[in-house]
């Protein structure tokens, strides 16, 4: 119990080398990339740019530009290394064939991209 009440303060101190730890659920996605690499940082990772460009993402709905700022943003984080996996990420996304506006692998999360979508009427 000590432990789970201590882990909040050392994560935001900083005040580790290397930490094994869960990956919740809700640290997916954009509002939880904010949380681990954003202004406050859940490990005390600070990179000014990193935090601008999260935002920038944060703030924009469109597909290309929130592309174009991911092609900006890894490269400083995979410099960095602020965190790894120990296992890769797998999520399983599937779609009918009249769904249309897919344009490729990453926007096949429905949801994140639906504005875009359209289903294909059969002929």
């Known amino acids: 119990q000590a432990m789970a009440e201590e ?7 900083g005040n580790f080398e290397a930490i094994i730890w869960r990956f919740p659920s809700q640290l997916y996605g954009i509002h939880g990339q904010l ?4 202004q ?3 490990i005390g990772y600070q990179n000014s740019r990193v935090i601008e460009l999260l935002n920038l993402v944060e703030d924009t709905f469109d597909p290309e530009e929130r ?9 400083i984080v995979q410099v960095d290394m602020p965190l790894t ?5 797998l999520s399983y996304n599937v779609a009918h064939r009249r769904i249309r506006g897919i344009s490729n692998l990453g926007r096949i999360n429905l949801f994140q991209f639906i504005e ?8």
Do not use: A, K, V
């Not at 592309?67 to 490269?75: H, T």
């Not at 996996?85 to 990420?89: A, R």
């Open 35 to 38: 949380r681990i690499l954003g």
């Open 85 to 89: 996996f120990l296992h890769p990420f």
């Open 67 to 75: 592309e174009r700022i991911y092609r900006e943003l890894m490269p």
């Open 116 to 123: 875009n979508l359209w289903i294909e009427e059969d002929q």
């Open 40 to 42: 406050d940082s859940l």
């Open 7 to 13: 882990l909040p303060q050392r994560l935001s101190s």
